[in-house]
């Protein structure tokens, strides 16, 4: 294979979402300007972003003040806001205002799609003159003599299924720095090694996860109002899964629908993709949705340990951003504005180490300090028990616990929760597990996952290396399927993972790495944490339009 070509830069950032452009963005607003460079996997920046979203916009203000003149895709103010309790298939519960975590309100919130604001910030970006190349997976971490962080290397272009190069092989980039910051987003793969190999969560809780899945709807206009938000819980989600889901009211009569999973459930019969499904035959869901039609789908793994969980987020030569870091705000149901915060701080820290003559590959330990200073650290420390209340008490006491926790006490009583356990532990055998029948999908309301696979637009090229690594091969077709009935089958919402032959003298298991939306749930849900998800050839995957 060819040698590497190298590159160097002050920083290099490790993903294009609203964490590392704010990061890159604030770097370069400062005078003088390190050089920055911005590495990012999906075909073209915003390609793998998924969010609700409502987002707040106090980060956005700190970074950009006047980004209302500077023409920010912040569109629909949040009119009106209802949440609800699904009691059952037919049943609801609205939970009036006044009694309802104060977090979850959105009075000043925008709805926005996540993609397109940060294809917004990524030409902000460049216009400061930092340089953003989409379509480069980084799927390798460099480390110094000292075991430094030093950069990272973009992967090979043009490897066949045999690792063996093709005729139209590149060989990757070698992209060295002073300081390198990883803003991957939930369970980044190269993260998940820096946080083996430096410890940085071996003083906190473990992470928990939940997967979210969203689709896009034109409505009709008789069933559209303009900055509505209506969420919830209960109903479809069984006794002792956690979750809730989201209806938003966008501009030009489309509607962001979606349910969002807690990864800690028990029963291995459970299928978030078909709990979706389902949910939207629901009366509060299908009186906006019949008649429409659907447009896009997606699906993204999203962290919810929130404060406690919170791991540290330096480490030598290099940092962690945003959900990388486990920065989003699981009180309030959202990342963006602590993503862009999370950003700005590094930056801050970097900037500082920088003008004292930082050669690089310092530790830059004062960024904790700066954390433990600002206002996200603070919001994350007074919603610290939001996921602990509905996990101990349910959602109807747990509701009411936090709403007196986040009135009165701000978080600062931590409430035990009954197993802080890591989420591909909870699972329970599924002999002792309730099975579970999904409806046919009717193709009106309810689809299939390769119908929906379809929307999100993903495209790999078959000829090239299975990015989902077995750690042993036996695993699925041994254990899993003999006490857990291969959950790998239902808990992906892409169709990736296929039982051939199940009930035969010969099953194996199937991976359809094609079919994958980069949702990174496998990785975490699997009972035997035996599937590694890596960074396929840059530009594959999903490429998410407006969501």
Not at 137 to 159: K, N, P, R, S, Y
Not at 327 to 338: I, P, S
Request: overall charge negative; aromatic content about 8%; charged content about 20%.
């Amino acid at each position: 294979m060819s040698e590497r070509d190298l590159m160097e830069f002050d920083v290099v950032i490790v993903g294009a979402g609203p964490a590392g452009l704010a990061t890159a963005i604030r770097l370069a607003q400062a005078d003088p300007a390190p050089s920055v460079c911005v590495v990012e996997k999906g075909a073209e920046v915003g390609a793998h972003l998924l969010s609700g979203a409502v987002i707040e916009t106090r980060g956005l203000d700190e970074l950009i003040p006047d980004w209302r003149a500077r023409g920010a895709p912040l569109e629909t103010v949040v009119e009106r806001e209802e949440l609800y309790l699904l009691r059952d298939a037919q049943r609801s519960w609205r939970i009036p205002e006044a009694i309802s975590p104060p977090s979850l309100h959105n009075a000043g919130n925008y709805l926005v799609s996540l993609g397109n604001l940060c294809r917004w910030l990524a030409a902000e970006a460049e216009e400061l003159g930092v340089e953003i190349f989409p379509g480069f997976a980084a799927t390798e971490v460099l480390f110094g003599e000292h075991g430094e962080v030093i950069g990272v290397a973009t992967g090979d272009m043009g490897i066949g299924a045999d690792g063996r190069p093709k005729d139209s092989h590149a060989p990757g980039v070698e992209l060295r720095a002073r300081q390198t910051v990883f803003a991957e987003g939930c369970r980044g793969h190269l993260g998940k090694q820096l946080y083996q190999r430096f410890g940085l969560d071996a003083e906190s809780a473990p992470q928990h996860h939940a997967l979210g899945i969203k689709e896009l709807w034109e409505i009709d206009a008789d069933r559209h109002e303009l900055g509505l938000v209506q969420h919830g819980t209960g109903w479809p989600l069984p006794e002792g899964t956690h979750g809730g889901f989201f209806l938003y009211h966008l501009s030009r009569c489309q509607v962001a629908v979606g349910l969002i999973v807690d990864l800690d459930y028990p029963n291995p019969w459970l299928s978030p993709f078909e709990e979706f499904q389902r949910m939207k035959h629901h009366p509060l869901f299908s009186a906006t949705l019949e008649g429409g039609r659907r447009i896009a789908y997606g699906a993204r793994a999203l962290v919810k340990g929130g404060f406690d969980a919170l791991p540290r987020q330096h480490f030598p030569g290099g940092c962690l951003a945003g959900c990388e870091g486990g920065t989003l705000d699981n009180a309030k149901l959202k990342g963006v504005h602590t993503a862009l915060k999370s950003g700005m701080l590094v930056a801050e820290e970097i900037l500082a180490a920088f003008a004292v003559g930082d050669p690089g590959g310092r530790d830059l330990t004062g960024l904790e300090a700066r954390l433990r200073a600002s206002w996200l650290y603070e919001d994350l420390r007074a919603g610290r028990n939001f996921g602990r209340s509905l996990h101990r008490f349910g959602n109807l006491l747990g509701g009411a616990v936090n709403t007196l926790d986040q009135r009165l006490l701000g978080g600062s009583r931590k409430i035990r929760r009954p197993d802080d356990a890591p989420d591909h532990t909870w699972l329970e055998p599924a002999a002792l597990s309730e099975p579970i029948s999904y409806p046919r999908p009717d193709g009106v309301l309810s689809f299939d996952r390769l119908s929906s696979v379809y929307l999100a637009n993903t495209a790999h090229d078959e000829d090239q290396p299975c990015h989902l690594h077995l750690a042993d091969p036996s695993i699925p077709t041994g254990s899993n399927l003999a006490e857990y009935a291969e959950p790998a089958q239902r808990y992906c919402p892409a169709g990736v993972y296929e039982l051939v032959g199940e009930g035969g003298d010969d099953p194996r298991l199937q991976i359809n790495a094609a079919n994958c939306v980069h949702c990174k749930t496998c990785d975490i849900k699997d009972p035997a944490a035996n599937i590694t998800w890596v960074a396929p050839e840059g530009g594959s995957g999903p490429n998410y339009p407006n969501m």
